[in-house]
């Protein structure tokens, strides 16, 4: 299994960015894919959870994001997006996608994308 992140790059204070993450090879269904989220890391900072969705379309976001972030996610594409609007210079980080896949064995697995460098100037 494999997850391309795209769509980071600079930008100003107050604009918007919207990050894809689309998961590619053995996936049976869907459905298999259990979950989708993004983490960032900013500099010199532990990697944090940013936004999460489900299969079933359950959301959840870190506190500091809830107002100006939107995951959402195309089961078709096996693709999760992030929308981020407002972007504030402590939103500059590195975004990495994860999803939790299972396997037809029925074993979980967590795979990460490569990341995407967002960095906000003021």
């Known amino acids: 299994v494999q997850l391309q992140a795209s769509g980071g790059g600079l930008v100003q204070a107050g604009g918007s960015l919207r990050l894809s993450c689309a998961a590619s090879g053995s996936i049976a269904t869907s459905a298999s894919i259990i979950d989708m989220g993004w983490y960032r890391q900013a500099p010199g900072k532990q990697r944090e959870l940013v936004a999460i969705?489900?299969?079933?379309?359950?959301?959840n976001y870190a506190d500091v994001v809830k107002d100006r972030f939107t995951i959402s996610r195309d089961n078709a594409e096996n693709t999760v997006y992030l929308q981020i609007n407002s972007l504030k210079s402590d939103d500059t980080a590195v975004y990495y996608c994860?999803?939790?896949?299972?396997?037809?064995?029925?074993?979980?697995?967590?795979?990460w994308g490569q990341g995407t460098l967002v960095t906000v100037s003021s």
């Open positions: 969705v489900t299969s079933g379309g359950a959301t």
């Open positions: 994860k999803a939790k896949i299972r396997s037809r064995a029925w074993r979980f697995t967590d795979y």
